[in-house]
């Protein structure tokens, strides 16, 4: 097993234009997009959505896969929540009975749509984590949420300690896989027996990643406080962020198509 | 003879299929010789550390085969953990490992995942921390109260203990001082000359390599570009430096003697060798 495998924080390298817009406008794309799922009520707002969300993903060239495989995790939720849909909507036109379940006209489009905003929720999330650096969108976020300062909230350091996260994600899962290795290359059987046994084979495992990871942790602390590190007041940025013609033009696009499924979502379309 | 441990054609790919697809080996046929003293030596990213984990089954082969006393590693679940005791592997700084709470605990986690009785265990951890210079009391120390050089010697112990017939160490001695290179390239001396074993010893350091091995391989980019006797392969001192690696200081100053139009071997590596090559350039005979 390699865990190098696993894409934690999810980002796909790319130079389409979507990589090139500016974090914030993703951010606030996706917001507005989420919006407008949840504004949408029938086929037609629904198509409206599933052709931003289509187009957004070609132009990013994303493997559609890549986002496929991203929505095996939540299978389970998808059949729970249209299995819940599809037996306890009251009224309508039964369809069939099942036990003391109807199944009705109505519970069948419910379930439908409910899974179909589930998958679409997740496609366009996953877009923005696939075409965005985890620090890029710390840093969108820190900008996106600076007026919260003005209420003390410590934005800046609440950005810094999701960055520095993020940063040690990819080197403490090549710890951890290195000190695998190595306790197996002691004969360690991480994989098998019963889960008591599991559990116990951990503990080489685990004692020497604590300890590494504390020990990051402190030299990262030193480091920082020997370049005066002091907090977000009066500190410049090496990447600014600014948006460009593309970003008001997305934004303008994602704006109008939530005012969009808003009103068809209003008379029922 | 035949090889104790060898690869055929091994091939390994890092994350194939995504854009993060790396050819890390391409077709390496490797070998090594029971109770040969074996030197691997490439640069960061060459495959060294990719092509000794295949050695005792912790990756396995995108294609190709590891041969262990002739019988592939892979061909049952058995197999494959039989590779992993008798081919010991130390990985870099392997002190990063430890995890029991006394020194002898950690030294025997090996033989008690073989399977071993409590006197066997016992008789394998002290034979192994007598090996790397541990003293008895030590032995009910925390390894955490030891320095970082004997935190290595722990580490290497552990693997020692169990008795593999083929000990790979990935840069054993990086990150020590001159007194601590020297006392564990000894204690692997011991090792080596004791049990027999086969010892691979993976470095970039050529000056190490120089005094200690009997064989090198050059592995550069997935490939083995050179190998044979440090002698002949730091003949290609150019080659060499182009890979990142350059030879011995003694190497590279016959080398440029040559170069200078003086007529003298320049495969030299130890201070014994430059000596005689120079007294007899000068027509003193060796002393």
Redesign the interface.
């Known amino acids: 097993m390699?865990l190098?495998?696993i894409?934690l924080g999810q980002y796909?390298?790319g130079n389409s234009p979507v990589h090139k817009l500016d974090p914030r406008t993703k951010l606030l794309a996706v917001v507005l997009y989420i919006v407008a799922l949840f504004l949408a009520s029938w086929f037609i707002s629904y198509a409206l959505m599933l052709a931003a969300l289509c187009l957004s993903i070609a132009i990013s060239r994303v493997p559609p896969k890549a986002i496929l495989r991203g929505m095996k995790p939540v299978v389970f939720i998808l059949v729970f929540t249209g299995l819940l849909n599809l037996f306890y909507t009251p009224g309508g036109t039964p369809l069939a009975q099942v036990w003391i379940f109807t199944i009705t006209l109505e519970g069948v489009y419910r379930a439908f749509f409910m899974v179909v905003r589930i998958l679409m929720l997740i496609a366009g999330t996953f877009l923005l984590t696939y075409t965005t650096s985890p620090i890029l969108l710390t840093d969108g976020l820190e900008s996106l949420l600076g007026p919260l300062k003005k209420v003390k909230v410590p934005v800046h350091e609440l950005a810094m300690m999701m960055s520095i996260a993020l940063r040690f994600i990819p080197t403490l899962i090549e710890?951890t896989d290195?000190?695998m290795?190595?306790?197996?290359?002691?004969?360690?059987?991480f994989d098998s027996g019963s889960l008591l046994q599991r559990a116990r084979a951990l503990?080489?495992l685990l004692?020497?990643l604590f300890?590494?990871a504390f020990r990051r942790a402190d030299e990262l602390a030193t480091a920082m406080e020997c370049r005066c590190y002091h907090g977000g007041e009066g500190r410049t940025r090496l990447r600014q962020l600014k948006y460009r013609a593309s970003d008001y033009l997305t934004l303008a696009l994602f704006l109008a198509i939530t005012v969009a499924a808003g009103v068809l979502g209003h008379f029922g379309l | 003879m035949d090889p104790i441990i060898e690869t055929k054609q091994l091939t390994h790919i890092y994350s194939a299929g995504t854009p993060f697809e790396h050819t890390a080996l391409a077709g390496i046929g490797f070998h090594a010789l029971p109770g040969e003293y074996l030197g691997i030596i490439g640069h960061t990213g060459s495959g060294k550390s990719t092509l000794i984990q295949h050695l005792n089954g912790l990756l396995k082969p995108s294609s190709g085969q590891v041969l262990l006393q002739g019988g592939d590693i892979w061909s049952d679940p058995k197999a494959t953990r039989r590779a992993r005791f008798q081919v010991g592997l130390v990985f870099q700084y392997p002190e990063y490992q430890l995890f029991e709470e006394t020194v002898y605990k950690d030294i025997s986690f090996g033989p008690k995942n073989m399977g071993l009785d409590e006197k066997e265990t016992d008789r394998r951890v002290r034979s192994a921390a007598y090996f790397v210079g541990l003293r008895d009391d030590q032995l009910n120390q925390s390894p955490f109260e030891l320095s970082g050089g004997q935190k290595r010697r722990v580490a290497i112990a552990g693997v020692i203990a169990m008795e593999p017939k083929v000990l790979i160490l990935d840069e054993p001695t990086a990150g020590l001082d001159p007194e601590g290179v020297e006392s564990i390239l000894g204690n692997i001396r011991d090792y080596h000359q004791v049990r027999g074993a086969t010892i691979i010893l993976v470095s970039h350091s050529m000056e190490d390599m120089a005094r200690t091995v009997d064989r090198l391989v050059v592995i550069d980019d997935g490939k083995i570009p050179f190998q044979g006797p440090p002698r002949e392969v730091f003949q290609h001192g150019d080659e060499l430096e182009g890979m990142g690696l350059g030879v011995p200081q003694l190497t590279r100053v016959f080398h440029r003697l040559k170069a200078l139009g003086v007529d003298i071997d320049p495969s030299v590596y130890t201070l014994d060798q430059a000596k005689a090559a120079i007294l007899a350039k000068l027509g003193k005979g060796a002393v």
């Open positions: 390699a190098k495998d894409t796909f390298p710890e290195k000190i290795s190595a306790q197996r290359a002691r004969g360690a059987d503990l080489p004692v020497p300890i590494s």
